[in-house]
């Protein structure tokens, strides 16, 4: 019998309970030897956060034995069971949920063995009953506590408390839509041991501490949607085990530091919607781990063609929508033959298209809408088709696309085709039908009697604009 309690969990209470009657007969059913400190001290901490109504020595006899608590997990320490898991919160239908007026009972720290602590979708209302993080005691679990977790409790506000530095033994801290603010404690980064570290979606203001860039143990950093403003430290680049970064949705500032190429294991770099400048930096180039580099609205500026794009031969997304980038699409680009998502929308790019683009192997969204580009667009019609409102071509004034597609249904989502934009534009746009299939015209017009290079440039357009008339009639007629 005791060995089975020894293995008890959970999941074994049933068996535990019937094996208890098959073995035992008339016997009293033996319970988990159990501190009564530590009992009652996680009767009172657990009554603090459910209510007072809630009776735990009266439901739970033997909580770390054959009536488990949903949420509470035990270890043995010394032939004694101790409470090593807490999580409160409706993650299953009979978890213990939370009355509406929680309070963290000095109790709480009493639980000497506690590992994880976490507290979801507790603290729900921040109108009537804003509840602050205690501040004091978290000390006492700084020889143990690895996982420190408060997600989605909106009525968790206040600032995270400096007592939290002191949780050395952390290695996962989570703090997820919750009403924090206030700035970033400077001794988290005294955390060492941390792998993960997620402020993300509270109200924190001011800047990332440089501290935070000892963290060289961090696999996945994550302070998006706050209000964080300033520059990324440079000391960013000491998180050499860096899988994520993901800073999007605030109000940062300056360049990207060049330190940030350190990351060789980076797979994510998530930095939209921040207020970065500068340029991109060579530096990027360097991260040959990147999968997902997401950098759109942010006034960025410079030029794609600073960097070597096939250096990063892991890339699947890349969004630079919105980033203020001038100049051409450099071919490199055409490389990345992981890619799927291509993002250069809402941008100041000029030059023509490559249709090597076209040829990503995985490539299924690719926006190029809201630019400059120029000339004819060489994809095909069997891409188009396959693309649809996937591929984003739109809004670039001087664009279009062969008149041959026109008889096909694969064209491109708002773009004209090369002959409209005659009529359109008329004599301003002269020299661009000019490169429109020169070769083709000059056949025509020779045909007809005329040298095409010898035509003013009014009649030249004039001439065209009946030689499409009437391969226009062709077409419907
Ligand atoms: C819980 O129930 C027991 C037995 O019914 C009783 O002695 C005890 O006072 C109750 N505790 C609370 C906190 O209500
Ligand atoms: C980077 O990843 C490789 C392969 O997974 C691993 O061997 C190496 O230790 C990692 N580097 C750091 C600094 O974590
Ligand atoms: C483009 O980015 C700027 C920040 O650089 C932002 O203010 C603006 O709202 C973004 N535009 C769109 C359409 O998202
Ligand atoms: C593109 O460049 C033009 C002229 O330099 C400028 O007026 C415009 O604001 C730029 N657009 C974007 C989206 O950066
Ligand atoms: C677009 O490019 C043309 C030259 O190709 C240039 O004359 C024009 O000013 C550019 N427009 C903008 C808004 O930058």
Known sequence: MKS?????????????????????????????????????????????????????????????????????????YDGFWYVSALNIGP????????????????????????????????????????????????????????????R????????????????IKLQSLVLSENGLMGEL???????????????????????????????????ILDLSRNYLSGPLPST????????KLDLSNNLLDGTLPREI??????TLLDLRHNKLSGGLTQSLQEMGSLEELVLSNNPIGGDLMSLEWQNMQKL????????????????????????????????????????????????????LNGNNLTGELKFSGWFYGKMGRRFGAWNNPNLCYPMELMSTSNVPYGVKPCQQEVTFYGLDSRTKLGNWNLNQNSHFMASLGFSSYGI???WWVFLVEMMMMVLVLNIFL
């Open 4 to 76: 089975f309690i020894t293995m008890s969990h959970t999941g074994f209470v049933l068996f535990i309970i019937c094996l208890g009657v098959w073995s035992n007969g008339q016997e009293d059913i033996e319970t988990a030897p159990m501190e009564k400190t530590e009992q009652e001290a996680l009767y009172s901490a657990i009554q603090g956060f459910v209510g007072k109504e809630w009776n735990g020595s009266d439901l739970y006899p033997d909580p770390c034995g054959w009536t488990p608590i949903q949420g509470v997990s035990c270890d043995l």
């Open 91 to 150: 993650v299953h239908d009979n978890s213990l949920s939370c009355a509406p007026n929680v309070e963290f009972r000095p109790h709480l720290f009493e639980l000497k063995h506690l590992k994880v602590l976490s507290f979801f979708n507790c603290l729900i209302s921040p109108g009537r009953h804003p509840i602050p993080i205690p501040t004091a005691k978290w000390e006492k679990f700084a020889g143990n506590l690895e996982s420190l977790e408060f």
């Open 152 to 167: 989605s409790n909106p009525g968790l506000t206040g600032q995270i408390p400096t007592s939290f530095g002191g949780l």
């Open 185 to 219: 404690p400077t001794n988290i980064g005294n955390l060492i041991n941390l792998r993960r570290l997620v402020l993300a979606g509270n109200g924190f203001t001011g800047q990332i501490p440089n501290s935070f860039g000892g963290l060289n143990e961090l696999l």
């Open 236 to 243: 960013l680049g000491g998180l050499i085990s860096l899988l």
């Open 261 to 266: 190429g350190n990351l060789k294991n980076l």
């Open 316 to 367: 699947v997304v890349l969004d630079l929508s919105n980033t203020s980038l001038t100049g051409k699409i450099p071919e490199s680009i055409s490389e990345l033959k992981r890619l799927r998502f291509l993002g250069l929308n809402n941008n100041n790019l000029s030059g023509d298209l490559l249709p090597k683009l076209a040829a990503l192997p995985c490539i299924s969204a690719l926006y």
């Open 456 to 458: 003013d440039g009014f």
